[in-house]
Each structure stands twice: as structure tokens, then as C-alpha cells.
């Protein structure tokens, strides 16, 4: 199977691209999965969330999305066919006008989880990153701290699709290995993307990344219901949506209470980012000549 990372064509099993594990068997063992996270750097669990509200969750975004004028009229909603001409959404922010997506999100049951995982009381960031991602739509390959490390580095991103979602809709994809390149941690992965005013996609070609830093890529199909999460160091990215579907999915964050919260990201209404707008901010490519990672 030919796979699609950003815009990039591998094969899965080739060289550069493999399937994410899946820690399902492990759920319930925390120190085997803090075990798995140094290692892998992600925990993927499958059957994660309760399908069932999973999909009722879908249900109320797709009829939002048919509010806005975003999909096919006349079809059948649970599609989520893509509107002629449409662009994708994202629905960032505090999301409380989706209650059965909340309901999710923020589940006894996940918090549950990190609270077993994180060993004490956990906090969720407010605001999420919600979206709805349309043909032809994919995610460069980043770090998440650039965008939220005022806060504890110990912060976690839960990536969770709305509905059964094949890696030609548009998966998370993640370089293993990532979490260890130290020059880019001591370099990229110092930005703070409002701060420095900089751009945040550290690369939109995932085959540079492996020649020059190495690591292989991993992604998988996903169905409702599975989740994955890692760290902030972790470099990412999604394959590309190459059907005429939306892509529906969100990224949400955990830590500790106690734990320093970075501000943009919590409260009724989040300030979120400050930064300029993408062409008027610090080009990644002189950045990364800078750091000497060109
Ligand atoms: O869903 C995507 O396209 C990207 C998600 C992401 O970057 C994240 O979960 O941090």
C-alpha cells in the first residue's frame, strides 16, 4: 500500500515507513506503558474511547459542519461527504457549543487514565484543536512543544479521529525515533512560535527528515474508538486526506494539576496565540540554516 505523508508517497513496510504498535494489551499496566512511552515515544491503544460516544460525538461536528454549508447536501450525514469547493475547519478552542464531543474528550474515563498514568490529579488544557481536514489537507511535521511549552514539558497529546478514519482520510504519522534527535531538541525544539515569531512546521517533506536526522515513519488505520498519545518532543505529522471525505479528529492535551500550565491554553476563553500571521514570521528554512539543520 502506497502511503501519503504530507504530500510525500512511501510504501508501507518499505524503508521509510512502518506500522504504529498498538499497547492495547497493556492498558491497564501503568509501569509497562511509561516503559513503552520512553521506548516508543507514543502509546497507541485501540478501542481507547467508548466507540458509541465517539460517534455520537461525530454526529453533532458533521452537523455543524452541515450548518456551515461544508457538506455534500442531500447525502447521507455519517459520510461526511466534502461539499463542492470546500475547505477544511478547524474548530480550535473551548468547543462548548459540542457537548457529546466534551463528553469525550473530557471523560471520567480519560481523565481517569491520566491520572493513573501521570500517578496524580490531571489537568486538561481548555482549549482544543478540533478539525475537520479536507482533500489534499495534511499537517507538516512539527514538535508540539513550539506551540505549548510554557508550561510543563510533562504535557501530553491525545490525537483521537471521529469516526473510522483509513490513512488515506488523513492519520497521525509519527517519526520513531524523533524524540532523540538533540540537535533539534536543543534548536527547533527551544522555539516558542508566538515568542520567537517563527514558523512551527519544522519540515513539509517527511523523506528529508529521515535521510538527514534518520528514525522511520509509522502510521496506521484508525477506527472510532483509538487513540493515541506522546510527547512534546515527538516529531509529527499526518498523511495526506486523499479522499473526498472530511477528516475529522482533535488533538487535546493532559499533565499534572500541579504541574506549571502554559496560560494561552486554559480558562473559559483561552488567549491562545499571538503570533503574526504565517508569511510575516521567521522562515523555518533560514531557521534551520541557522541551527545548521539544513
Ligand atoms: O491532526 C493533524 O493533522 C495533526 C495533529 C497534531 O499535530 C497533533 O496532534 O499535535
Given amino acids: 500500500m502506497n502511503v501519503k505523508i504530507c504530500d510525500v508517497e512511501f510504501e508501507m513496510g518499505g524503508p521509510y515507513l512502518t506500522e504504529l504498535r498498538d499497547s492495547g494489551d497493556i492498558r491497564h499496566d501503568m509501569d509497562a506503558l511509561r516503559a513503552r512511552m520512553q521506548e516508543d515515544g507514543y502509546v497507541l491503544i485501540r478501542g481507547f474511547h467508548d466507540r458509541d460516544k465517539v460517534l455520537k460525538a461525530r ?34 478552542g473551548t468547543n462548548t457549543d459540542l457537548p457529546a464531543y466534551l463528553d469525550v474528550v473530557n471523560s471520567p474515563d480519560v481523565m481517569k487514565f491520566f491520572e493513573q498514568f501521570l500517578d496524580g490529579e490531571p489537568r486538561t488544557l481548555d482549549y482544543k484543536w478540533l478539525r475537520a481536514v479536507s482533500t489534499g489537507g495534511f499537517t507538516g511535521a512539527h514538535y508540539d512543544i513550539v506551540y505549548m511549552g510554557r508550561g510543563t ?80 518532543f515527538l516529531m509529527h505529522s499526518s498523511t495526506e486526506n486523499t479522499t473526498n471525505r472530511f477528516r475529522i479528529s482533535c488533538d487535546t492535551r493532559y499533565q499534572l494539576d500541579s504541574e506549571p500550565v502554559d496560560d494561552r491554553w486554559i480558562g473559559d476563553k483561552p488567549k491562545g496565540h499571538t503570533a503574526k500571521a504565517d508569511h510575516q514570521r521567521i522562515n523555518m528554512e533560514d531557521a534551520r540554516k541557522k541551527w545548521g539543520l539544513a
Fill in 59 to 92: 454526529e453533532q461536528i458533521l452537523q455543524k459542519l452541515e450548518r456551515m454549508g461544508k457538506l455534500q447536501p442531500n447525502t447521507d450525514l455519517t459520510e461526511a461527504l466534502i461539499g463542492e469547493g470546500q475547505r477544511g475547519v478547524m474548530f480550535g
Fill in 153 to 232: 514539558p510533562n504535557l501530553y497529546t491525545l490525537w483521537t479521529p471521529f469516526g473510522d478514519t483509513p490513512i488515506e482520510m488523513g492519520t497521525l504519522a509519527i517519526l520513531l525515533g524523533s524524540q532523540h534527535f538533540e540537535k533539534i531538541r536543543q534548536t527547533y525544539g527551544q522555539m516558542d512560535v508566538d515568542r520567537d515569531s517563527i514558523e512551527g512546521w519544522f519540515s513539509r517533506d517527511p523523506l528529508e527528515l529521515v535521510q538527514k536526522f534518520g528514525g522511520k515513519w509509522a502510521t496506521t488505520h484508525f477506527e472510532a474508538g483509538d487513540a493515541i498519545f506522546f510527547g512534546m
